[in-house]
């Protein structure tokens, strides 16, 4: 009888735990006596006077209070709103209940890695503070938290040329409501090198827009793409055959109508190494695509 349980490669990993993450542990198990003192008025934790985390253990400490099973949400967070004595440089959320305000004070840590797939708490205020921040973003997941860009409309080159301040680089959006975020980037992260968007439907969102928009600031730069489940014609995407520093390209269950308009724009990357795709376009058959 096969044991499927097996590890494939050799013996499982027995390692015991390092000092520095039995150390860890112990603070996250013990917080008020070792690291934080807890704010019952405002139910938040911050880091006690005179203490300083480094890059390496901040980063380490938000991975360890999950690894524990515990909810990652502001009152903990709160830490890391001394952006003087906490250095955050990666930072995964995916799944947790942090809110705008959260995200502003992280944000100020200079990310380097950020992760913000599934956090449902996300608005699109959030746009300003990681325009505002976001100059130091090297690899950003938005993933399906899509709604930061609900209630968004883009304007058109044409309406909005005399918004731009000379800089054709950076597109005006503006609320329904028509204010608010009139002459702000839609997300504006000049320097990423890998980027994830996930589910962008063109039903809810004026995704194809959304995605030049934000593509087209990091154009030059940009390394790693992946539009999985986006639901915009990828093919039509003329952003797409700009991306000269393209080398991986991840289009799963991207819907789309001419197979050769793309691969057109894609023989155009000269860089490009891979792309994995599973490409369809619900109603209509293989002939036709």
Same mark, same amino acid.
């Given at each position: 009888?096969?044991?499927e349980?097996?590890?494939?490669?050799g013996?499982?990993?027995?390692?015991?735990?390092?000092?520095?993450?039995?150390?860890?542990?112990?603070?996250? %198990?013990?917080l008020? %006596?070792?690291?934080?003192?807890?704010?019952?008025?405002?139910?938040?934790?911050?880091?006690?006077?005179?203490?300083?985390?480094?890059?390496?253990?901040?980063?380490?400490?938000?991975?360890?209070?999950?690894?524990?099973?515990?909810?990652?949400?502001?009152?903990?967070?709160?830490?890391?709103?001394?952006?003087k004595?906490?250095?955050?440089?990666?930072?995964?959320?995916?799944?947790?209940?942090?809110?705008?305000?959260?995200?502003?004070?992280?944000? %100020?840590?200079?990310?380097?890695?950020?992760?913000?797939?599934?956090c449902?708490?996300?608005?699109?205020?959030?746009?300003?503070?990681?325009?505002?921040?976001?100059g130091?973003?090297?690899?950003?997941?938005?993933?399906?938290?899509?709604?930061?860009? %609900?209630?968004?409309?883009?304007?058109?080159?044409?309406?909005s040329?005399?918004?731009?301040?000379?800089?054709?680089?950076?597109?005006?959006?503006?609320?329904?409501? +028509?204010?608010?975020?009139?002459?702000?980037?839609?997300?504006?992260?000049?320097?990423?090198?890998?980027?994830?968007?996930? +589910?962008l439907?063109?039903?809810?969102?004026?995704?194809?827009?959304?995605?030049?928009s934000?593509?087209?600031?990091?154009?030059?730069?940009?390394?790693?793409?992946?539009?999985?489940?986006?639901?915009?014609?990828?093919?039509?995407l003329?952003?797409?055959?700009?991306?000269?520093?393209?080398?991986?390209?991840?289009?799963?269950?991207?819907?789309?109508?001419?197979?050769?308009?793309?691969?057109?724009?894609?023989?155009?990357?000269?860089?490009?190494?891979?792309?994995?795709?599973?490409?369809?376009?619900?109603?209509?058959?293989?002939?036709?695509?």
């Amino acid at each position: 009888m096969a044991l499927e349980w097996w590890p494939p490669h050799g013996w499982p990993d027995n390692t015991p735990d390092s000092l520095h993450d039995l150390c860890l542990d112990y603070c996250l %198990q013990h917080l008020e %006596q070792t690291l934080c003192d807890y704010d019952s008025h405002a139910a938040v934790y911050s880091l006690k006077e005179g203490l300083s985390l480094s890059p390496s253990v901040s980063d380490r400490l938000i991975k360890k209070w999950l690894e524990n099973g515990n909810v990652l949400n502001d009152r903990f967070l709160h830490i890391f709103k001394n952006t003087k004595h906490t250095k955050l440089k990666k930072l995964n959320l995916e799944g947790c209940n942090v809110t705008d305000d959260g995200l502003v004070w992280l944000l %100020q840590h200079q990310i380097c890695e950020l992760n913000l797939s599934s956090c449902g708490q996300l608005s699109r205020d959030v746009l300003t503070a990681m325009n505002r921040f976001g100059g130091s973003l090297r690899s950003l997941v938005i993933g399906t938290t899509t709604q930061i860009f %609900q209630d968004i409309e883009i304007l058109d080159d044409e309406d909005s040329d005399s918004d731009q301040d000379g800089d054709p680089e950076r597109k005006t959006i503006k609320s329904e409501s +028509g204010h608010g975020l009139n002459r702000d980037p839609i997300l504006y992260c000049p320097n990423l090198i890998a980027l994830s968007i996930h +589910g962008l439907c063109e039903s809810d969102f004026p995704a194809k827009r959304i995605i030049t928009s934000i593509l087209t600031p990091v154009k030059h730069k940009l390394c790693h793409l992946d539009l999985s489940g986006c639901e915009t014609e990828v093919e039509y995407l003329g952003c797409l055959c700009e991306l000269d520093s393209l080398q991986s390209l991840v289009l799963h269950e991207v819907p789309v109508y001419s197979i050769a308009m793309l691969f057109s724009h894609i023989a155009r990357l000269k860089k490009l190494r891979w792309v994995l795709s599973f490409l369809y376009k619900q109603g209509l058959s293989p002939e036709k695509i």
